[in-house]
């Protein structure tokens, strides 16, 4: 593979916080050596950067690639496209296919189908119950052995809690990351919104924001009694944020998550019910959005993630509280965390801490960093240049995105896996 010698970059390196003009040199796929400054003579392929920002490459924990089942919607090869138009370089994909990856069998065909399609890193996810019922729990050995890297049954949440604790407990002896929703489902079932005044003028069905917090109780109690590695995979409102805190602080092993779209919108822009801002757990008050990007900020919310749900027109072409919850954002995932730089409210360094680095780190991959050693998985970007999204233009086969028509800022290059470039923009 080429060695490369990357110059003149604006080098975000989430581990060290840092924010600095340097170089970076790459051979046989690894970082081998970075510094500030003027870059060593080299007879390498040299990149210059012209001062862009050169950062680690995204791992995006929770993309929904829609094979087997739902092909028209997502294929690998659509979807991998789209990750490195994105600066993704890293998917970790959901098992809320159809039918659901909860066998070997099923988990080693989609592993096939990424790796002869997808350009970038495809890490699976399989079901933690089969069907993802919340019965009966898959073989979790089986199915890491087949090279599951966490288990979730997505949006489903297990409501027997002996067979979550049972799941969990397995899980533990299996040393297996579970990646659950924190929802009370019988308060969310069927809610399109959030409750408020908002809600009701709107008179759409709604959920309270405790329901995000009283399923992260039931959880939190869970991990107690079994001690397993649990990851929320969304934390959207301030009231959950406490008892988060106290779990961290009293030594459970949790991480949680987020998505763009809470941590960028708001349950105003829901408007005029348009369906593109239909998303699950619904969007929050702008109290609750702040809060969110306060805990990613401190760290006290770990990673943030697009959880890309591609949904085609029919399914998003209907009466609000009809049409089906989600949107892609593997390719609007970057822009518009950038969104969050620009209001001078998380800098680069975190929002990469957040979107590579602590990623990387909860499911134990080497990635996620500049360090000498690491995966040459990087994404060359301009955090500045404006443009406006159309959503036609959008290399994902849905393009059920929130921004569309939005004035947004920043947008990739270069995208490299293994130091191979990938994507390169027209």
């Not at 690894?30 to 003027?38: F, H, L, P, T, W």
């Not at 036609?392 to 947004?408: C, E, Y």
Request: aromatic share 6%; charged share 25%; proline share 6%.
């Amino acid at each position: 593979m080429t060695a490369v010698l990357f110059t003149n970059a604006r080098l975000i390196d989430p581990e060290g916080g840092t924010d600095t003009t340097g170089w970076l040199q790459v051979s046989k796929g690894r970082i081998v050596a970075r510094g500030e400054g003027n870059a060593p003579d080299s007879d390498q392929q040299i990149v210059d950067c012209g001062g862009k920002c050169l950062a680690p490459g995204i791992i995006d924990i929770g993309v929904k690639v829609c094979e087997p089942g739902e092909r028209h919607k997502e294929s690998y090869k659509s979807a991998g496209l789209a990750a490195a138009a994105g600066g993704v370089t890293t998917i970790v994909t959901r098992p809320d296919t159809s039918p659901a990856i909860d066998t070997p069998e099923t988990l080693e065909f989609v592993t096939r189908r990424a790796q002869a399609d997808t350009p970038v890193n495809m890490l699976p996810m399989a079901a933690l119950t089969k069907g993802r019922e919340g019965r009966e729990m898959t073989e979790i050995g089986f199915l890491q052995d087949a090279g599951a890297v966490a288990f979730t049954d997505c949006d489903h949440v297990i409501t027997n809690t002996k067979v979550f604790s049972r799941a969990l407990t397995y899980a533990k002896s299996c040393d297996a990351l579970v990646i659950a929703h924190p929802q009370e489902p019988g308060l969310s079932a069927g809610a399109a919104v959030t409750s408020g005044k908002f809600a009701a003028l709107r008179g759409l069905p709604a959920v309270s924001p405790m329901a995000e917090r009283m399923g992260l109780d039931r959880d939190i109690a869970l991990l107690e009694m079994t001690g397993a590695a649990y990851h929320a995979d969304q934390i959207t409102t301030a009231r959950a944020l406490p008892a988060l805190e106290r779990a961290k602080r009293n030594g459970l092993d949790i991480t949680a998550g987020t998505s763009i779209h809470h941590l960028t919108l708001n349950e105003l822009d829901v408007a005029d019910y348009r369906t593109f801002f239909k998303v699950k757990p619904p969007l929050r008050s702008e109290d609750d959005r702040q809060a969110v990007i306060e805990a990613v900020r401190s760290g006290l919310i770990d990673i943030i993630s697009s959880m890309h749900t591609p949904q085609d027109e029919e399914s998003k072409r209907l009466p609000f509280e009809e049409a089906a919850s989600g949107a892609v954002a593997l390719e609007t995932l970057l822009p518009a965390a950038l969104r969050l730089y620009h209001a001078d409210q998380l800098d680069l360094p975190t929002l990469f801490r957040a979107m590579a680095l602590n990623p990387a780190k909860r499911l134990g991959l080497d990635s996620g960093r500049l360090s000498d050693g690491a995966p040459a998985d990087l994404v060359l970007f301009d955090p500045d240049v404006p443009f406006v999204l159309d959503r036609f233009a959008l290399k994902s086969k849905s393009q059920n995105t929130p921004f569309d028509g939005q004035r947004m800022q920043g947008k990739v290059i270069s995208t490299y896996v293994a130091g191979k470039e990938v994507f390169r923009s027209s």
